[in-house]
């Protein structure tokens, strides 16, 4: 991206997040890179980052039919469906959310994590400053469905008590017992258990709760059902041997 106006290089050192959006924007389809040009001329013509920001959100719920056309039909779209049928209040909650998240993030968010929906809920406080810190937060927030729309059938009050829980306890959730990092895929396939596991015990957490002891009792109970599951299984497959039969011959 040439500059001769230094604009963007002021920008990435004062609001990196425009800059990480930029490029996640410019990664997809047509309309996407549309918006992310517009954002760089808006730049460069000096426009204040507030202007800059909601000419851009604006364009990018636009493009939720553009992604869900572009991606395979099933649950990875769903935070696009939301985006796509919220009017009036809460499609206004979800463009000054996606904005203020723009503001806080590092240069160190990956550009998916910026250019997905925001949470259902999250608090501000939360969102750490340390470069490092503020990107795994953000990489937890969005790295699962059940965090980010709300989820058919599902447990709606469930949802945003979790997202309240986990927007606190981010650190919890990107840090393996070893002391190393989670991948994004390993953070949601945990938080997605955790929520499997307070829906079928009927429990809603406070943002007070215990993250790490909730986290144990999920994991525990998980096991008992995959022993149980494989007992059923165990037991199928013995009802099914020939020895199992009985023929009678008249």
Known sequence: ??????????LASTTPGIIVFLLALRERGPLSKAIAEGIVTDVKRGLAVKEILNTAVDAWVSTAKEVIARTDVGLINLPWDHVLEARGSELEAIKKNQIYLIKMASAMVPPTSLWLP?????CPADIP?????NRHWFKVMKSSQKLLSPYPGGNNTLQVALCKLVSKNTHTLSTSPRGGRRSSSQVSKTISELYDYLEA????????????????????????????RSLQELEEELNMKPENFRIDVA
């Not at 925001?118 to 999250?122: A, E, G, H, S």
């Open 1 to 10: 991206m040439r500059d001769e106006t230094s604009r963007l290089l002021e």
């Open 118 to 122: 925001p949470p259902l809920w999250f």
């Open 129 to 133: 400053e340390k470069r490092i810190a």
């Open 201 to 228: 015990s009927d429990k809603i957490p406070r943002r007070e709760s215990n993250l790490q002891k909730l986290l144990n009792e999920s994991r525990e109970w998980h096991q008992r059902l995959a022993e149980i």
